[in-house]
């Protein structure tokens, strides 16, 4: 003969018990202050190891192409641009597109010459539809690149 083990009904919680652990957790965090930032007229607390905005040193830019290669979803392109650099003979430069980019920094860590560095600069609001920064947009501080 088979014998069926009997289950248990889990007990119900008395519901004054949840609405008390409510109303205690509301008690506790009513008098501290909020985590939000009023962030045009303050500006929020920026971390030491943040990094975001592109930078390019034309000068230092060989056009080696790696930095196109290595962004795992397109946002660097190669664009030409004649400027007269006696390191980059082929005379191209990465142009980024900020509205794909994921701030990987792999860009950063393969450049060979070190001439695509990532800064604290994170206000990069456009009034245009494109987010796409030239390689001459890239080498200027984002208050002069015309939005």
């Known amino acids: 003969m088979i014998k069926i083990k009997e289950i248990e009904e889990p007990k119900k919680p008395i519901p004054i018990l949840g609405i008390m652990k409510g109303m205690g957790m509301l008690s506790k965090n009513l008098l501290k202050k909020p985590v ?7 500006m929020p607390e ?3 190891r943040f990094r975001f905005r592109i930078f390019l040193k034309l000068d230092d830019c ?6 196109e290669q290595v962004c795992p979803n397109g946002s660097i392109k190669m664009e030409h641009l004649d400027r007269d650099n006696p390191r980059n003979k082929r005379k191209i430069y990465p142009d980024v597109n900020f509205g794909t980019c994921t701030v990987c920094r792999n860009c950063e860590e393969i450049c060979p010459t070190v001439a695509i560095y990532l800064t604290h600069e994170f206000q990069t609001s456009r009034t245009k539809n494109s987010f796409l920064y ?4 890239l080498a200027m501080p984002e208050y002069e690149v015309k939005k």
């Open 36 to 42: 939000t930032v009023q962030y045009p007229e303050q």
């Open 46 to 48: 920026i971390q030491d």
């Open 62 to 67: 060989v056009g080696c192409t790696l930095c």
């Open 134 to 137: 030239s390689p001459t947009e």
